[in-house]
C-alpha cells in the first residue's frame, strides 16, 4: 500500500477532487484509444488514493501532453498537470513497464544533455538515447532507423553535430541539483493516506 | 514598424528546425523588426522536465524570465509554441503565487517579477496588423488554400496561453487572408502532431500526422501552415514515412507561417529557408493538382 504526503498535495492544487468522472478528457485524447487506461481513468484511480495503479499504467507515458484534456473540462481539473505528477512520481520510483522504457530513456537522455550543456545536443541525445535503447533490448532496428536522415538534415543545414552551449553551465547544474533535492526529500515526505485498491 | 524585441530561440531553431529560424528572421526584417537574442538562455526543459520533474520545469522558464527582466524587454518572442507555453506558465506562477514565486527565485539565482511578456510569432503579426500586412504585399499568395494549423499548444491551455479560441481559432486565417491567400474549413486545426514522440514513438507520429495531413486534403487545402518547429518535423520531414504507410495520401508541402508572410512581401524562397524543406514547397508547385505532385 502507498503512502504519499507531498503528492496529494500537488493534485488536489491541481483541482482532483473536482473530477466527476464525465470522461470528456478520454474523448478528446488523441492517445486514449492505444491506451491501457485512459485519462479519465488515471483521474479516477488519483482522486481515490489508489495512486499504486495510476503509477503502473502505460498511459501515463504515452500521454503526449498536448494540454486538449486540461483546457475541455468542464470541472477545471489539471488533467495533463496530474498525468505530470503521477508520471513524476513514477520516475522518481523508478516504475516504468517494459514496454514503455523507450520512452524513459528518451527522457532521460533529452535531460542529461541539458543538464551538460543548459541546451539540447540533438547529435547527442540521438547517440544516448540509440545506444541506452540497444542495451536495453540489443534489437537492431532502432540503431538503424532513420540512419539515412542524417545526410540529408546535413545537406539542408539542419544537423549541427556540437550543439550551442549556454553560457551559464554552472547555474544550470545548481538549478537541476536544488530541484532533483526538492524531489527527493517529497519522495521521502510520505504521510499515511488510506489507499483503497479494486 | 522599427521595433526591437526580446527573442528567445530555444534548442530546436538552434538545431534541426534552423529553417524556422531563418524565416523568422527574414520575414520580421521586412517589417523592420529586430530580434535580440537572450543573452546566456537556457532550454525551458521540453516535455521532458514538466514530465518527470514540474519544479525543474518551471526553474528553467524562469531562469529564462528573470535573464528578459534583467535586459529589460517588455516582451520576449518564443516562436516554439513548447518553450512558449512553458515560459507562460512560468510567468503565471510567478504572478499568482508569492511563496512559489519566491521559491523560483531562490532556485534560479536571480530577482524574480514577471514583468516580462511571451508572445508566440501569430501576436508578432497580429500587432504588425492586417491593413500594414496587407501593404507591403507584393506577391499576393492567390494560389495557396492553405490548412491553418494551430496544434496544441499555440491555444492550449487556454488560461496560460491566453491567445485566440482553443476550439476555433482563426487568427492565422486572418493574416493568411490579408496576404491573399485563401483557407479551408476542416476538423483538425487543434488536434496533435505527436509532437516530441518523434524520435522514441514514431508509429504513433505517423498515425496522428496522418490523420491531420488526410483531413487537410480532404477539405481541399493545397498546403498545411503551421507555427511550430515539431509539428513542421512531423508534417514535413516524417511525410515520407507516412506516406510509406498510408500510400494514398499526396505529397502536401508545410510552410511556416513567417514563410508565407515572407514570400508574400517578396522575400526569395532561400532567403527563407523553404528550399531547406523535404517536401518541395515552391510556390509555384501549388497550382499544380495534387496527384501530379
Known amino acids: 500500500m502507498r503512502k504519499a504526503g507531498s503528492f496529494d498535495k500537488a493534485v488536489s ?80 520510483e523508478g516504475v516504468c513497464s517494459p514496454a514503455m522504457v523507450r520512452t524513459k530513456l528518451f527522457l532521460e537522455a533529452f535531460l542529461d544533455s541539458v543538464r551538460r550543456h543548459g541546451r539540447l545536443n540533438e547529435t547527442e541525445l540521438i547517440a544516448k538515447y540509440k545506444i541506452r535503447g540497444f542495451l536495453s533490448d540489443y534489437k537492431m532496428a532502432l540503431l538503424l532507423k532513420d540512419s539515412m536522415l542524417a545526410p540529408r538534415l546535413i545537406k ?37 493516506k488510506e489507499a483503497h485498491h479494486g | 514598424m522599427n521595433l526591437l524585441l526580446g527573442y528567445y530561440p530555444g534548442c530546436a531553431l538552434h538545431g534541426s528546425s534552423s529553417d524556422y529560424e531563418s524565416s523568422i528572421q527574414a520575414c520580421l526584417q521586412a517589417f523592420k523588426i529586430r530580434l535580440v537574442e537572450l543573452n546566456g538562455w537556457v532550454c525551458c ?47 503565471h506562477t510567478i504572478l499568482e503565487d508569492e511563496e512559489h514565486r519566491k521559491q523560483l527565485s531562490d532556485i ?4 524574480l517579477q514577471g514583468k ?83 524520435l522514441a514513438r514514431e508509429e504513433t507520429v505517423i498515425e496522428l500526422s496522418h490523420r491531420i495531413l488526410a483531413n487537410a486534403v480532404a477539405h481541399g487545402a493545397n498546403c498545411i501552415v503551421v507555427a511550430c518547429p515539431m509539428c513542421h518535423v512531423n508534417l514535413d520531414m516524417k511525410q515520407e514515412e507516412t506516406r510509406k504507410a498510408h500510400p494514398e495520401l499526396p505529397q502536401l508541402p508545410v510552410y511556416y507561417l513567417s514563410d508565407l508572410v515572407g514570400l508574400a512581401v517578396g522575400l526569395k524562397e532561400s532567403q527563407l529557408g523553404v528550399d531547406k524543406h523535404f517536401v518541395p514547397a515552391e510556390l509555384d508547385l501549388l497550382s499544380e493538382p495534387a496527384e501530379t505532385r
Not at chain 1, 26 to 52: E, F, K
Not at chain 1, 162 to 187: H, L, N, P, T
Not at chain 2, 108 to 111: A, D, G, K, Q, T
Request: aromatic letters at 6%; charged letters at 25%.
Open chain 2, 116 to 198: 516580462t511578456r511571451v508572445i508566440n510569432v501569430l501576436q508578432v503579426f497580429e500587432s504588425i496588423g492586417q491593413a500594414e500586412l496587407r501593404e507591403h504585399v507584393k506577391q499576393p499568395l492567390t494560389e495557396v488554400r492553405a490548412a491553418c494549423y494551430y496544434g496544441c499548444l499555440l491555444t492550449r491551455p487556454p488560461k496560460v496561453v491566453e491567445f485566440d479560441d482553443c476550439e476555433h481559432p482563426n487568427s492565422m486565417e486572418g493574416i493568411l487572408e490579408a496576404l491573399g491567400a485563401s483557407t479551408v474549413k476542416w476538423n483538425f486545426a487543434t488536434e496533435c502532431c505527436g509532437a516530441g514522440m518523434t
Open chain 1, 13 to 92: 492544487a491541481l483541482r482532483i477532487e473536482r473530477c466527476y468522472q464525465c470522461g470528456k478528457c478520454s474523448a478528446g485524447c488523441p492517445m486514449g484509444s492505444v491506451m491501457d487506461a485512459p485519462p479519465h481513468r488515471i483521474m479516477q484511480w488519483v482522486g481515490r488514493g489508489a495512486i499504486d495503479r495510476a503509477v503502473n499504467a502505460e498511459s501515463i507515458w504515452l500521454c503526449v501532453s498536448c494540454q486538449t484534456c486540461t483546457a475541455r473540462c468542464p470541472q477545471t481539473v489539471d488533467t495533463a498537470g496530474i498525468m505530470d505528477e503521477v508520471r513524476a512520481l513514477a520516475w522518481r
Open chain 1, 156 to 192: 539542408r543545414g539542419k544537423f549541427r553535430l556540437f550543439g550551442g552551449k549556454s553560457g551559464d553551465r554552472d547555474v544550470i547544474k545548481r538549478i537541476f541539483d536544488k530541484c532533483e533535492k526538492v524531489a527527493a526529500a517529497e519522495a521521502n515526505d510520505k504521510t499515511p
Open chain 2, 45 to 91: 526543459g521540453a516535455s521532458a522536465a514538466h514530465s518527470v520533474n514540474p519544479l525543474l520545469s518551471k526553474s528553467l522558464s524562469a531562469r529564462n524570465l528573470a535573464i528578459a527582466e534583467r535586459e529589460g524587454y517588455t516582451e520576449l518572442l518564443a516562436p516554439c509554441p513548447l518553450c512558449s507555453m512553458e515560459l507562460c506558465k512560468a510567468r
Open chain 2, 108 to 111: 534560479v539565482e536571480l530577482p
